[in-house]
């Protein structure tokens, strides 16, 4: 049986008018397809779960269940707006937000337990060697992914250097650190991100150990992302 390559389009805090992707998408099934709005635009999009069969993710969740956390989303009210996924501890979080990985951790079970899966990112932030990265990355999940059941879990490889840079991480590094990774932690489902776009994503997809792409600026124009979900014959 052929594996699946997921698509995961992560908009961040931009807007993809819901029309522009309906064009795009027409009335085709595109069931290894998730696409992440901002939670203002969950709703709407939730619409394609039925007319295309695309999946639903949500770009964070609160840590909490409920109470007074101003300005915070629950993963119940996640679930509720149509939200399959939730991208959790992106590097731009960790980042601008400082959030912790103990924060993530909690986030990640908050998520389970409202079956939503997370889409746990990791990634160093300097580049170097694959042993290098191996080890950060390692570490990092060994704390986000404490006490966590890893067959309800996706990881997404996501080397900060090559995010929204241009500079994607080449065949050998990303198959390398992938690998590795899997082997050790006995994660099954790992994508990559960082720059995938139309000129590199033959290379990415072909790698056997790389269950799918996490996608940013690529997946704010809706027929790029058809086109290269269109002549992956991995789907
Ligand atoms: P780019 O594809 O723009 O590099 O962004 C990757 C990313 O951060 C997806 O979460």
Known sequence: MKR???FVCNFKMNTVKKAEYKKALQKDVYNNLVLC???CDLKEYSSFKKSNSVMLGAQNVSEYANGAHTGEVSASML???GADFCIVGHSERKQNNYETLSQINLKIKMLID???TPIVCTGESVARDEEYAVRFVLSEL?????DVDLNKVIVAYEPIWAIGSGKVASVKHIKSVITT????????FVLYGGSFNQSNYQDITDIDCVDGALIGGASLKPDVIVQMIQKTDIK
């Open 114 to 116: 409202n079956n939503i």
């Open 4 to 6: 699946k390559f997921l």
């Open 37 to 39: 709005p901002n939670f």
């Open 181 to 188: 990774v899997k082997q050790y932690t006995g994660i099954s």
């Open 79 to 81: 679930k509720n707006a």
């Open 142 to 146: 060994n704390e986000m992914l404490k």
